[in-house]
């Protein structure tokens, strides 16, 4: 385990910290250790870290080893940054991270957002459609992309019909996105919404079935290497008529020796150098 006071804290230093102009890391981390049974974070503790070198807050607001006094100070910083970088910290209290998730600076929600051990209650907050700021595109897509989010929080961010394609796309490749969307997500009229669906391993095959002749030929590639993809379909790909496409399925491992012996004769080069290389 990191030893958060060895490694990241510095040792006060002349011309970096000073008795009248900052708080030393020491005197920080006497504070802690006088107050470590205290239930909330004191003023003092708060006035200490806001006056302490802002790089040596941003490496113990990052650091999960950091004790929980100085993560909750940090958090009720008034220096966006602090609370902006405390907030991707998985260490930080549930209560706290759901508190962080109405915080008036994006990027402070952005970060809470994109932390893989926010809480559920906070991700839906996040993207709640009653919002007074409205639907914040790249926290929606942190959501939509983050293993906590609940099954409603991912409905919500699947089904969005306004220009949201990527947060869409996110969204379809999520373990928990809903049964009952996938046939929208499938036939959707954004390429990049059914390339996520084609990418997702929470969809099966068989949901994913129109993508085998889709418009996109990046759609199509991405189904053409997908290890979820029968071997009777595989074989379609040999013949078509994107070269993008073919190139994808002559990459992959493991190929059936009938597709194999059919992309060899492939009229472009690097299609039958990629099947040449992985026999």
């Known amino acids: ?14 011309g970096t910290f000073t008795d009248k102009q900052h708080s030393t890391p020491e005197l920080v981390l006497e504070a802690v250790s006088d107050s ?3 239930p909330t974070t004191s003023p003092e503790l708060e006035a200490m870290l ?4 802002p790089a040596w807050r941003k490496n113990i607001a990052e650091n999960l080893d950091t004790p ?11 220096d966006r940054d602090d ?28 970060s809470v957002a994109g932390n893989d051990r926010a809480p559920a209650d906070a991700l839906d907050k996040l993207t709640a459609e009653d919002r007074e700021e409205g639907l914040e595109y790249t926290v929606c897509e942190l959501v939509a992309r983050n293993p906590n989010a609940s099954e409603e ?5 699947a089904t969005i019909e306004e220009d949201a394609d990527y947060i869409v796309a996110a969204a379809a490749q999520h373990p928990r996105v809903p049964a009952d969307t996938h046939e929208a997500l499938v036939t959707h009229p954004s390429h990049i919404v059914r390339r996520g669906v084609a990418l997702s391993h929470s969809i099966p095959f068989e949901a994913k079935h129109a993508l085998i002749t889709d418009t996109s030929e990046a759609v199509r590639a991405e189904v053409a290497s997908a290890q979820s993809t029968p071997a009777d379909v595989l074989l379609r790909f040999a013949d078509d008529t ?10 992959r491992w493991g190929l059936p ?23």
Not at 68 to 78: F, G, H, Q
Not at 257 to 278: F, I, M, W
């Open 1 to 14: 385990m990191t030893n958060w006071n060895e490694t990241l804290h510095p040792r006060a230093t002349a």
């Open 36 to 38: 470590v049974d205290e």
């Open 50 to 53: 806001v006056s302490a070198d």
């Open 68 to 78: 929980p006094a100085l993560l909750e100070a940090l958090a009720r910083s008034t």
């Open 83 to 110: 609370r902006m970088h405390v907030a991707m910290n998985g260490s930080l209290s549930r209560a706290t991270l759901i508190r962080l998730a109405s915080d008036p600076e994006e990027y402070v929600r952005e």
């Open 153 to 157: 929080t991912i409905r919500r961010l």
């Open 242 to 251: 994107s070269v993008v496409v073919r190139r994808r399925l002559a990459a």
């Open 257 to 279: 020796e009938e597709l194999r012996q059919r992309l060899l004769t492939d009229p472009d080069a690097d299609v039958r150098d990629l099947v040449a290389a992985r026999f």
